[in-house]
């Protein structure tokens, strides 16, 4: 290669302007020592026409234009140069790119962008973040004007729209251990004349199956399942169609029966993403130990989900709830509003949502509305995205207890859950409908048993968080908060009552109502009592 040599190559439509740009390529400042050359090219494939001219000429410096691109920096290969020699590692130089590509993929609406370019016939100023240093490295680098000092070839294999082609060139440096980064500019180096910016979504498509890996965490979705082939086969396609690529499915299975077994098999060929396990014998209790059990032998993998095996998410739950995390650092809980189907999958309304617009909520904003209304406005565990350096326990290993509640059965580990995440950061709420919640006869959550213990439980957090001075932390919020528990607690309990229900849950209400009325007189000394022993064994689901 010839390292005094710099070719800048043009790509041009049958209509390009070319004698413009030979006048503006004739006003460039030349490094003393170069031969500078150009040569415009053209055909149907941008990426095919700029590796036939990369592979055409020995210069070790090229540059990659856009026939819409007019420099503005008259010096910019002096700049180019004299950045390329300082530093060996870089092995491209834009104008403008994302520090930290959106995980929709559409880099000009990242979040986090960095650079200055001018844009459109108005020549509006478009400027984004910028480094006190020489140079900013990014994930992506927009395709407007590239300078390389080395020869990688372009994705026209992968790539045949004028589109991504130049983002995925970007990944195809990095791959091979070289910086890509956005030039210091005090002024815009270029202005893109054009006032549109070509996009096919097939080859973003394309991009994101091509390179998800490499630019995004990776999520695991868990799916215990049990006896309900025809509700998990819509669940795992759920999650299998997510528009967010870097996923990986694991189902434990429990069934007493082969039907759930068989219906994987075919999802198993054609998607290496699953991981199925057959636990013939578990109960509910073990089939959720085991996919934790799992989560945290994948290390490298940061976020997981939930996904009961009768719910379902919708296509970019995980794409977005992802964006929110990473655009977010002191944000430990994403949900998300969900809705409610039938057995059918038809859509029966919404359940209330926490809040009614998309943006980040206080911790301590959202902790005290959930214990002062004694409601779970955040969502099942489908409906989340959990990040899991967050979710600690005294081994790590899974979701919380407490050392006061040993003996006591919890239907609302989600609700404890999601109480300690927000006493570790704030929430961002995303409002949108992300998920389905399925409504059938054989949910626990539908059973009066349930019920009644949901509202045993929501007592025993406002006792921990009282005693702990947490959310709630005045004696006028505490009374608010036993107020509206005991209108809700006394409803459960009269339904339990109408329904001829007394098992061990309706034995520690009523055990429960007393101490909290007394703590309304005492200055919020609540003396929580023991739970009634089991008279029975654990139900398998």
Request: hydrophobic share 35%; with cysteine.
């Amino acid at each position: 290669m010839d390292e005094n040599k710099i070719a800048l190559i043009i790509y041009k439509t049958s209509d390009a302007p070319t004698n413009s740009i030979k006048q503006m390529l004739s006003s460039l400042t030349i490094p003393e020592g170069f031969r500078p050359t150009a040569s415009i090219v053209s055909g149907p494939n941008r990426w095919r026409a700029y590796n036939q001219a990369m592979k055409a000429s020995d210069a070790k410096y090229k540059i990659y234009l856009d026939e819409q691109v007019e420099m503005l920096n008259n010096n910019i290969l002096v700049d180019l140069v004299e950045m390329f020699r300082s530093d060996r590692s870089v092995g491209m130089i834009g104008c403008c790119g994302s520090i930290e590509l959106s995980t929709h993929a559409i880099p000009y609406q990242s979040a986090k962008r960095c650079g200055k370019i001018v844009l459109g016939p108005k020549k509006i100023n478009a400027v984004w973040q910028q480094s006190e240093a020489p140079y900013q490295e990014v994930e992506v680098l927009d395709g407007f004007m590239l300078a390389t000092q080395y020869d990688i070839d372009w994705r026209d294999d992968l790539f045949e729209e004028n589109s991504y082609g130049d983002f995925a060139q970007s990944i195809e440096f990095r791959r091979r251990g070289y910086k890509c980064v956005v030039a210091r500019q005090e002024q815009p180096w270029i202005w893109y004349r054009n006032d549109s910016m070509p996009f096919y979504d097939g080859e973003r498509k394309k991009f994101l199956a091509e390179y998800s890996k490499e630019l995004f965490p990776l999520v695991q979705i868990l799916i215990p399942t049990f006896n309900r082939p025809q509700f998990f086969t819509v669940a795992l396609e759920s999650a299998m169609n997510q528009t967010y690529r870097n996923i990986e499915i694991i189902i434990s299975d429990d069934s007493t029966n082969e039907l759930t077994y068989a219906a994987v098999q075919p999802y198993l060929e054609k998607d290496d993403r699953i991981k199925y396990f057959r636990n013939a014998g578990f109960t509910a209790s073990d089939n959720g130990k085991f996919l934790e059990k799992k989560m945290w032998e994948r290390t490298e993998a940061e976020y997981f989900s939930w996904l009961f095996d009768d719910d379902m998410f919708y296509p970019t739950k995980i794409e977005k709830m992802i964006e929110a995390y990473r655009n977010n650092p002191d944000v430990s809980l994403v949900s998300s509003r969900r809705h409610n189907i039938d057995e059918n999958g038809k859509v029966l309304g919404e359940m209330e949502p926490l809040h009614n617009k998309t943006e980040k909520l206080s911790n301590e904003r959202v902790g005290k509305f959930l214990l002062m209304y004694t409601a779970n406005r955040i969502g099942e565990p489908s409906t989340v995205l959990i990040k899991k350096k967050f979710l600690v326990d005294e081994d790590k290993k899974h979701w919380r207890k407490r050392p006061d509640m040993i003996d006591s059965p919890n239907a609302l580990g989600d609700y404890s859950q999601w109480l300690y995440l927000l006493e570790q950061g704030n929430i961002f709420w995303i409002n949108e409908v992300l998920s389905a919640r399925r409504m059938h006869a054989g949910q626990d959550s539908q059973q009066i048993g349930t019920w009644v213990q949901i509202y045993v439980n929501f007592a025993e957090e406002v006792n921990e968080f009282w005693r702990r001075k947490k959310f709630i932390t005045t004696n006028e919020e505490l009374r608010h908060t036993i107020i509206i528990w005991l209108t809700k607690a006394a409803g459960a309990l009269q339904r339990a009552f109408l329904e001829n229900y007394n098992g061990r849950e309706t034995q520690m209400m009523e055990r429960v109502i007393p101490a909290m009325v007394l703590a309304l007189s005492n200055g919020g000394n609540i003396k929580f009592p023991s739970w009634p022993k089991p008279d029975r064994k654990e139900k398998s689901h």
